[in-house]
C-alpha cells in the first residue's frame, strides 16, 4: 500500500562533502530568493538487481533528499502491494547501501523525516478489457479544487499538495518499467511481470509535504506510516472523497432504485433519485445541471445517499464488483 517515498535526511558537513563530490552539479536562479543563483547536486543511482532508480539531491549542507518507489526496491516492480510493515527492512539495506556508495555514515533511518508519500491499493479483475470497463465508472466523479484529466486508460485529478490517480496497471508498466528491465536484460522477469499486470486497476494517491502537513499535523517519520490500518484507512478516506458514497459497492440502476426508493416517500425518492443519476452521469450537459444545485442541497442529497447505502452506479457495463479496501479481489502478491 505504499509506493514512493521521499526523505529528508539530516548529515553534517562532512558527510555533505563526500556525498557532493560524487554527485552532479546543478545550477539555477531563483525569482523567489531575488535573482541568486542556487546550486544543488543530484545522482540517481540504480540497484539491485533489477536496477532500481534511487534518486539522491542536496539541499543545504544540512541535509540530503532521497526518493524511491518501495516496492520496486523490494520486489523490482511495483505491481504487487507493499505492505508497511516491510519498510523497516527496505530502509535499512538503502541506508547501507548508500553509506557504502559514498564511503559515508548517516543518521538512523528513524530520523528520516518523510516529505513525500505515496500510497495506493489494486483490484485485480479476469481481463484486461474487465478492468478498462471498471474505470469508466469513476468518470462522473470530480474532486474540489482538482483537475481532472480524463484518457483511455487513466483518471487522474491533479492538486498543487496532492494527487489522486486511477488507471489500468498493465498500460502502464508496458510503456514504462517493461522497456526499462527490458534494456537492462532482464527480459524474462519483464514479461512475467508483464502478464502479471493484466487486469489490474490501481488507485494512487500522492501527498506531498503540505498535505502530509495538513494530515499529520506535525513532522512524520517513517514509524508514522509503518501501520497497515491507519494506510487502509487513509486510501478509503480518499476513495471516499471521490465517489461521494459509503458504499463502494458497484451497482445497476435497479439496485440502487430499489435503495433509493424503499426508504424514502415517493416524492423524496424521486428527488433523490433523479439527483443521483445526474450526480453519477457522464453526460456534459447533466454535469451542468449539478451546478446549478445550491451547496447546501448537493451536500443534503449526498447524505442522505450516504444513509441509504447506496453504491457506485454502473457505467452500463454489468460489472459486478466491490472498490473495498481492503479486499478479496486485491493483487495478490503470490509467486509468478
Known sequence: MIDTLRFRIPIDISTYSHITGQCI???????????????????????????????????????????????????????????PNDLPVVLDDL???????????????????????????????????????ALTVFKPYMLPRKDQQVYDTTIKYKGFSSSTTFYLKHEEFRDNAYRELVLWGDGDFANKMLELSKGVLRFEVVMHKQKLDSVFKRDIYPHDIMDTEYIFTLLRQHLSDIIKTSNPEVYDLSKSSRLINSCSSPRKGWELWSFYRIFSSTNPVDQQMMKLLTRSTYYLKLKQLKELGVGILDQDT??????????LNAVSNAEV
Open 25 to 83: 552539479r546543478i545550477s539555477r536562479t531563483s525569482p523567489e530568493d531575488g535573482g541568486f543563483r542556487l546550486e544543488n547536486y543530484n545522482k540517481t543511482l540504480a540497484i539491485g538487481l533489477h536496477r532500481v532508480k534511487v534518486r539522491l539531491t542536496t539541499g543545504r549542507e544540512d541535509c540530503i533528499f532521497i526518493e524511491f518507489s518501495v516496492p520496486k526496491y523490494f520486489y523490482g516492480h511495483n505491481i504487487w502491494l507493499f505492505d
Open 95 to 133: 541506508k547501507n547501501v548508500i553509506e557504502d556508495k559514498f564511503s559515508v555514515k548517516l543518521p538512523d533511518y528513524t530520523q528520516w523525516r518523510v516529505q513525500r508519500l505515496d500510497i495506493c491499493y489494486a483490484w485485480q479483475f479476469r481481463s484486461n478489457e474487465e478492468a478498462h470497463q
Open 318 to 327: 454489468g460489472l459486478q464488483f466491490s472498490f473495498d479496501i481492503p479486499s
